[in-house]
């Protein structure tokens, strides 16, 4: 199916890309039905709903999809993805959202900036998790 109507920048197009990428999912396969968002037990914790986020996805409407909290919020239970009409893997795209944050944003904490107290304080899970990230 040609999706060429839409006319797309380049921005949207490369952060639609990397998403389905990511995903492995075609984002132009919803059609918005809305049993992903019916079907979500923390819907309600959530600023926008998860059929929304792709279809702000499909719009390539990057500051707006990373400005969300629903990809957050999303447990991975696969509810989404189960109720679909379509197949499409829903909680990959929230993953793939998640992941595409943790690629390109900057870092948000600096481990080796942090002060002796707090790092005696941290989970150890943190501190591997924070290696791992670093090397590799």
């Avoid at 396969?29 to 809305?34: E, I, K, P, R």
Wanted: proline share 3%; with cysteine; glycine share 6%.
């Amino acid at each position: 199916m040609s999706y060429e109507y839409i006319k797309f920048g380049k921005e949207e197009r490369e952060f639609r890309e990397k998403i389905e990428e990511i995903s492995g999912e075609n984002v132009f396969s919803c059609y918005q039905c809305g049993k992903c968002s019916a079907g979500c037990m923390f819907s309600d914790k959530m600023d926008r709903t998860v059929n929304q986020q792709i279809h702000r996805i499909q719009m390539g409407q990057k500051e707006k999809v990373l400005a969300a909290n629903t990809h957050w919020i999303c447990a991975s239970c696969l509810t989404c993805s189960v109720r679909c009409p379509r197949d499409i893997d829903v909680a990959a795209i929230m993953e793939a959202i998640r992941e595409y944050i943790l690629r390109e944003e900057p870092e948000k904490i600096i481990v080796s900036e942090l002060p002796k107290e707090v790092l005696e304080r941290l989970p150890n899970i943190a501190l591997v998790g924070n290696f791992r990230k670093m090397t590799g």
